[in-house]
């Protein structure tokens, strides 16, 4: 920094790594950790207040340093505010929809009421340009009667042209009811269920490619947009992921019908 040795005595990075390890040593709440860049450490503790304590105390010891950014900690894994797998600064915004979409849907669905994983329903509309308009969303801890119910009611607003979900034991355990139902409220749709891949990163390789240039297009106001918005900004590291699970159905469906669009 230009301004290296303006507020202190102690400036190089052996002695702050050495300040360090001393603090916590006696202080069980703080983690202390070398990266890959020699003079920069991560120091990990249990909130801000906690952090600027530590910070004005080296300060009035003669240390001098730069403080970086704080970051969340999800499953022991920082992740920045601004994303890391899906950036914010790649997202946009909309206030009125092009005039022509083509209108797609996908579920995660969780089959065990309030057990952790939430019913995720999405709509997006693509248009020409394979830019993917996030138009509506659903999600709850319910029974699958619910999350059936709020399926069909997207089936009958957006009327989309494929419903994608994925293969496997939930399929066999709700296609039967779900067909029913869909049959019985004239919410016709054309489902597709896309091939299981244990590993979400993999999974969600596809939309990750379309958020890397700008093509997924939020609505500027909505009630639900901040939510679904986190789950991507956190991923992989965040406590839900289910919203990830439906973009990604979109992204891979999205590959799978191109060749018959084309």
Known sequence: ????????????????????LREVRHNVA???????IPDQFRVLGRGELQFA???????????????????????????????DYFKRDNFSVYDQLPASLRVYAASDFAVTEGAGDFTEHGVFGVDANTNVYVLDWWRGQTQSDEWIERLCDLVIAHKPLIWFGESGPIRRAIEPFLMRRIADRGAYCRFEWMPSIHDKVVRARAIQALASVKSIVWPKRSPW???????????????????VDVFSLIGRGLEHIRPASA
């Open 225 to 243: 947009r901040a939510d679904v918005e986190k789950q991507l900004l956190q991923f992989p590291a965040g406590k839900h992921d289910d919203a």
């Open 53 to 83: 304590i530590l910070i004005e105390q080296m300060r009035r010891e003669g240390l001098e340093f730069m403080v970086g950014k704080p970051t969340v900690l999800y499953q022991q894994d920082p992740v920045p505010d601004e994303g």
């Open 30 to 36: 703080l983690r202390f950790e070398e990266t890959d």
């Open 1 to 20: 920094s230009p301004l290296s040795g303006k507020e202190g005595k102690a400036i190089q990075s052996r002695q702050l790594g050495e300040r360090l």
